[in-house]
């Protein structure tokens, strides 16, 4: 591997990440060998401590610009990628796309990551609900258009239940954001501190955790217990369920199964991973998940 700090290999590799905005972490390591062939390094292979080192690196010299490389996992199954994101603090989501998107674009976008959280079917907005968005000038057509650029663009997924939910590129650039505009209304992982839309809800203390990072806390564990270091009760619960599964079950259960009726507007399927982004099978344990539910802050 290259060292001796900045190099022709750190400068092409942030070129490209500024073209790409988002790889796998594989698609990374494969980058970086393109590179070094090309600037004349010797790299037999790339190895996962090796990406980080080359981040650190470059995140060194554009942190001054309000830019960073993160590494995060996939909610759904743990994928790791290679995000570039916009640092700037500001709640303003236009300040952080709006190199790339036309104002009712902007506005759009604003909404849907609105609507993610708001929604009753917390993490996920329809197709339908989408394009009945109410924006100045947006046709259904345009408000498509926009929709399939930015699933393009691998902000969002489109499962196959036709429900829009945060991708890891989306999570890697507003968890600030969801922070900070949705006090109390976000889950946020106990272990990463990361915001989490899918993860393992404990049932005796309700802490929150992504699938991953309970997996991984619990690992040479006998049997699975909440990562809170207050709680430590064990996490047995129900094997998880898809979307279908749960709609079947809150519309057999009735109007009172929830603490609130669920929304005339909103559809009671939760989301079913996209192509690109599926459930592994090691999601088949005995772990609850929270999907399409978040709790809502009392009135005082």
């Given at each position: 591997m290259?060292?001796?700090?900045?190099t022709?290999l750190?400068r092409?590799?942030l070129?490209?990440?500024?073209?790409?905005?988002?790889?796998?972490?594989d698609?990374?390591?494969?980058?970086?060998?393109?590179?070094?062939?090309?600037?004349?390094?010797?790299?037999?292979?790339?190895?996962d401590?090796?990406v980080?080192?080359?981040l650190?690196?470059?995140n060194?010299?554009?942190?001054?610009?309000?830019?960073?490389?993160?590494?995060?996992l996939?909610?759904?199954?743990?994928?790791?990628f290679?995000v570039?994101?916009?640092?700037?603090?500001?709640?303003?989501?236009i300040d952080?796309?709006?190199?790339?998107y036309?104002?009712k674009?902007r506005?759009l976008?604003?909404?849907?990551?609105?609507?993610?959280?708001?929604?009753?079917?917390?993490?996920?907005?329809?197709?339908?609900?989408?394009?009945?968005?109410q924006?100045?000038?947006?046709?259904a057509?345009?408000?498509?258009d926009?929709l399939d650029?930015?699933?393009?663009?691998?902000?969002?997924?489109?499962t196959?239940?036709?429900?829009?939910?945060?991708a890891?590129?989306?999570?890697a650039?507003?968890?600030?954001?969801?922070?900070?505009?949705f006090?109390?209304?976000v889950?946020?992982c106990n272990?990463?501190?990361?915001?989490?839309f899918?993860?393992?809800?404990?049932?005796?203390c309700?802490?929150?955790?992504?699938?991953?990072?309970?997996t991984?806390?619990?690992?040479?564990?006998?049997?699975p217990?909440c990562?809170?270091?207050?709680c430590?009760?064990?996490?047995?619960?129900?094997?998880?369920?898809?979307g279908?599964e749960?709609?079947?079950?809150k519309?057999?259960a009735?109007?009172?199964a929830?603490?609130?009726?669920p929304?005339?507007?909103?559809?009671?399927?939760?989301p079913?991973?996209?192509?690109?982004?599926s459930p592994?099978?090691?999601q088949?344990?005995?772990?609850?998940?929270?999907?399409g539910?978040?709790?809502?802050?009392s009135?005082?």
């Open positions: 290259a060292s001796g700090g900045y022709d750190h092409l590799f070129q490209s990440m500024m073209s790409r905005a988002i790889v796998k972490v698609g990374a390591k494969q980058l970086l060998l393109s590179i070094a062939r090309l600037v004349g390094f010797q790299m037999a292979g790339v190895r401590h090796e980080t080192t080359i650190k690196e470059i060194k010299k554009i942190s001054s610009f309000g830019m960073e490389l993160k590494e995060i996939s909610e759904h199954d743990a994928t790791k290679v570039l994101t916009n640092t700037t603090d500001s709640s303003a989501v952080k796309i709006s190199h790339a036309n104002e674009e506005e976008f604003r909404l849907l990551l609105e609507g993610i959280v708001e929604n009753e079917s917390y993490g996920s907005i329809s197709s339908m609900e989408a394009l009945n968005l924006i100045n000038g947006m046709r057509g345009d408000i498509q926009a650029k930015f699933v393009s663009d691998q902000w969002f997924l489109e196959d239940s036709g429900r829009l939910i945060p890891a590129r989306c999570i650039e507003f968890d600030s954001y969801f922070k900070r505009c006090p109390g209304r889950h946020v272990l990463c501190s990361n915001v989490v899918y993860g393992v809800e404990c049932p005796s309700s802490a929150v955790t992504h699938k991953h990072c309970f991984t806390f619990n690992a040479k564990k006998s049997a217990v990562p809170l270091p207050s430590r009760e064990p996490v047995l619960g129900h094997s998880p369920q898809n279908e749960r709609s079947r079950q519309k057999k009735g109007p009172g929830s603490k609130r009726g929304s005339a507007s909103t559809p009671q399927d939760t079913t991973p996209s192509q690109e982004e592994s099978s090691s088949t344990d005995s772990t609850p998940i929270t999907r539910r978040r709790k809502r802050p009135a005082d």
